[in-house]
């Protein structure tokens, strides 16, 4: 099993930045892609962006793409979102996911776990 726990949510002014992080713990040696998925009030949970084991390859989804950046530390078991020109638009809860699985895909269904979320609101 493999414990997921993203930190570093908050209040934002618009055009602010916000980096969230997220150590695994437990079965980490598992672990291949891992991504960041999204959640606004009334919306379905969204794909935001994924990242090889390598950290060599990435992938945005179009409303961040250019804004938001996904890095990992194995060493420490860490991946980040740092998030740029924040919008009113991204405010939702943020979820870490982290996949067995080599291969770098948007789907939920394709990632294994999952942590609790963090919120993020980004003010007018």
């Known amino acids: 099993q493999v414990l997921l726990v993203e930190s570093g949510g908050g209040l934002v002014q618009a055009g602010g930045p916000l980096r969230l992080s997220c150590p695994a713990s437990?079965?980490?040696?598992?672990?291949?892609?891992m991504g960041w998925f999204r959640q606004a009030p009334g919306k379905e949970r969204e794909f935001v962006a994924a990242?090889?084991?390598?950290?060599?390859?990435?992938f945005y989804a179009d409303s961040v793409k250019g804004r938001f950046t996904i890095t990992r530390d194995n060493a420490k078991n860490m991946v980040y979102l740092q998030m740029g020109s924040l919008k009113p638009e991204d405010t939702a809860v943020y979820y870490c996911?982290?996949?067995?699985?080599?291969?770098?895909?948007?789907?939920?269904?394709?990632?294994?776990?999952w942590g609790q979320g963090t919120q993020v609101t980004v003010s007018s």
């Open positions: 437990g079965r980490t040696f598992s672990i291949n892609t």
């Open positions: 996911a982290a996949d067995r699985s080599v291969r770098l895909l948007p789907r939920i269904g394709d990632y294994d776990y």
């Open positions: 990242i090889s084991r390598s950290g060599g390859t990435t």
